[in-house]
C-alpha cells in the first residue's frame, strides 16, 4: 500500500497537470514514433524502434507512479490552518540571531519544495525544528554547518 501524501491546491492541481500532459500529449507521440520507426523495415536492426520503445516504457512507468501519487494524494484545507504556531502551509519569518537576517518561507509538503521560491519542505531539518513553534520564540537547529538559533517574527497564512 502507497503512502498518503498531503498538498496543497497549487501542489496538487500541478501533479494533475503533469499527468494530464503525459497522458495526452506525450503517450500519443510516443505511439508515433514508435509507429513510424516501425514502418522503416526490419525491428530487429532498427534503433530508433528500440529507441522509441524504451522511452515509451520509461513514460508508463512514469505515468503509473504518477496516478499512484494521484490517488493517494490528500488535499490540506488551508482555511482551517492555526497560524498561532508554525505548521504545514503556514508563511513564517524567522530571524538569524547570529547576522539579524529575516527570511520568509512557507512550510509545504516535500513534493512541493521550492527553495528559490521561499516554498520550504517541512521535512527538512529548518522546518522540522520550526514546527510548533509560536511568534516570538527561539529555534535551536542542527544544520551541516552546526547548530543555529532563528526567532520566529511571524506567522501567516
Known amino acids: 500500500m502507497s503512502e498518503i501524501q498531503y498538498f496543497s491546491e497549487e501542489g496538487l492541481d500541478k501533479l494533475k ?3 494530464n500532459q503525459l497522458v ?3 503517450r500519443p507521440a510516443i505511439s508515433a514514433a514508435i509507429g513510424e520507426a516501425r514502418d522503416k523495415g526490419d525491428l530487429s536492426e532498427n534503433a530508433e524502434y528500440d529507441a522509441a520503445k524504451e522511452a515509451q516504457g520509461l513514460l508508463e512507468l512514469k ?4 496516478q499512484t501519487l494521484l ?4 488535499l490540506i484545507d488551508e ?3 492555526d497560524t498561532t504556531k508554525v505548521l504545514l502551509l503556514t508563511k513564517v519569518t524567522i530571524k ?3 547576522n539579524g537576517k529575516e527570511m520568509l518561507y512557507m512550510l509545504v509538503p516535500e513534493k512541493e519544495s521550492d527553495i528559490k521560491n521561499g516554498k520550504l ?3 527538512s531539518p529548518i522546518a522540522k525544528g520550526l514546527l510548533g513553534k509560536s511568534v516570538g520564540d527561539l529555534a535551536e537547529i542542527q544544520v551541516p ?5 532563528f526567532e520566529i517574527v511571524k506567522i501567516d497564512r
Open 24 to 26: 495526452s500529449v506525450d
Open 145 to 149: 554547518r552546526g547548530v543555529m538559533t
Open 79 to 81: 482555511s482551517k490552518i
Open 96 to 98: 538569524n540571531t547570529a
Open 121 to 123: 519542505s517541512v521535512s
Open 71 to 74: 490517488q493517494n494524494a490528500r
Open 17 to 19: 497537470a503533469e499527468v
Open 63 to 66: 505515468i503509473s507512479k504518477l
